[in-house]
């Protein structure tokens, strides 16, 4: 790929940029609604625990797998913060919290 830049001119990261993403499959499609429900289920969960609770449930990922999976949604767990782990002020959560039931 980098000689196939070379040649036309381009750099490397504007080609893939312009290159059209790829198709969702059945299987991701099933593990992001399943991630979901895991979310919604337990508001406090992070990317480690919904990767553990979707193990107990069947699905073959590890916790980079759900990480990027979550990023890409932009997708967090805000909630469930102890008092003494809250920050006082001036920072707040970096994400949109799309999961939250309620």
Known sequence: MNALCQMTGLNRAGFYRWR???QA???EVELRDEMQKVAVEWPAYGYRRIAHELQDRGFQVNHKRVLRMMREDNRCACGGVRSWLRPT?????RCIPTWRAG
Do not use: D
């Open 89 to 93: 002020r001036g920072i707040t959560c």
């Open 20 to 22: 059209a993403p790829r």
């Open 25 to 27: 499959t059945p299987v």
